[in-house]
């Protein structure tokens, strides 16, 4: 494990870890002998969707924990060989793989977007490693099956970019306009939020990392059934599609403002079997709610422990 002096983030500098098929970049702040959080982030964001809530949460004590995930920032594939998936079951290893290196037996699992996705399937699926759950838009867990159902007419239309991506014109459209492409995400997905450019391209360069195209691109193809995974994941994706309960302590949230595609929480009351509590974060809040609501999110991480 080595400190890279030459990246320092808002909230500490960017340390690296071998853990699974990765080598990860991520942010460790706090008392190391606090109790763990890990905060994950989505697309198209970075580690920067937490720089605000995680001092919140270290000056109440808490070891905080903040990776870049695959195909963003600092992290890197250890070889070269090695296929660039996005499916929900990579991206949920690699946060057992990286606790497993950081010898982090348990931990309150936290996130949003993808993040909030593979927080949940490690709540589901490993609940001996996750202490609690604080999952914005709550159940995410999907299918390659469940996806394959078509949806009313206006909310395809919110999914416009995966149709995108699952053509070649999409993927080099990525390719070379992922910036103005990130922005305009933000602008939709927040139609309230009044971030300002530096704020954007501090999580922009993010996007520079070799293997973001390839991993975005695989995750939103793979969701529809255009791509395939891994063997290896197979199992793992098989429980997945059985939409597995929750019963970890759980606190769910959204902004008043999310301007991105996110189910209704009736929809997905039942889906948590234990301690449970829905929150609706007011005032213009939308898909990026750590990072335009911290001190909600970090309160939300505090209660749940």
Same mark, same amino acid.
């Given at each position: 494990?080595? *400190?890279?002096?030459?990246?320092v +983030? ?9 853990? @699974? !098929? #990765?080598?990860?970049?991520? *942010? ?8 763990? $959080?890990?905060?994950?982030? @989505? ?6 969707? =937490?720089?605000?809530? +995680?001092?919140? #949460? +270290? ?11 695959? @195909? ?7 070889? %070269? &060989?090695?296929?660039? %998936? ?9 946060v057992?793989?990286l606790?497993?290196? #950081?010898e ?16 949940g ?35 395809? #239309? ?11 014109? @999409?993927?080099?459209?990525? &390719?070379? =306009? ?9 602008? +939709? ?15 922009a360069?993010s ?8 991993? $975005?691109?695989? %995750? ?16 793992? &994706? ?9 019963? *970890? ?35 213009? !809040?939308?898909? %990026? ?11 939300? *991480?505090?209660?749940?422990?």
């Amino acid at each position: 494990m080595s *400190v890279a002096k030459s990246q320092v +983030t808002a909230f500490g500098p960017i340390r690296h870890v071998d853990a @699974g !098929v #990765l080598n990860v970049g991520y *942010v460790d702040a706090g008392p190391a002998d606090g109790p763990a $959080v890990v905060l994950l982030h @989505g697309w198209p964001y970075d580690i920067h969707s =937490y720089a605000e809530a +995680t001092p919140l #949460l +270290t000056a109440a004590g808490f070891r905080v924990i903040v990776p870049h995930l695959r @195909g963003f920032g600092a992290t890197r594939f250890l070889s %070269n &060989e090695t296929f660039r %998936n996005g499916e929900q079951a990579a991206l949920a290893l690699d946060v057992i793989s990286l606790m497993d290196a #950081l010898e982090i037996e348990e931990a309150i699992i936290a996130g949003f977007d993808w993040g909030a996705r593979t927080a949940g399937i490690v709540a589901a699926l490993w609940p001996e490693r996750c202490k609690a759950l604080v999952a914005v838009s709550g159940y995410l867990i999907g299918s390659q099956e469940a996806n394959r159902k078509p949806l009313p007419p206006t909310a395809e #239309l919110a999914w416009w970019y995966q149709f995108y991506f699952a053509t070649e014109r @999409g993927r080099a459209g990525y &390719e070379q =306009y992922r910036h103005d492409f990130a922005k305009l995400i933000w602008q +939709t997905a927040s139609p309230r939020w009044s971030f300002d450019d530096e704020t954007f391209d501090r999580t922009a360069a993010s996007f520079d990392n070799p293997d973001h195209v390839d991993i $975005v691109i695989h %995750n939103y193809r793979w969701r529809i059934g255009l791509a395939d995974g891994e063997p290896e994941y197979d199992d793992l &994706e098989t429980r997945l599609a059985e939409a597995p309960a929750i019963a *970890v302590p759980t606190i769910t949230m959204e902004g008043d403002s999310n301007g991105a595609p996110h189910p209704d929480p009736a929809t997905y009351r039942a889906k948590f079997v234990g301690a449970y509590e829905h929150r609706l974060i007011t005032g213009g !809040v939308g898909h %990026n709610l750590p990072q335009e609501a911290p001190q909600a999110f970090a309160q939300a *991480v505090i209660d749940v422990a």
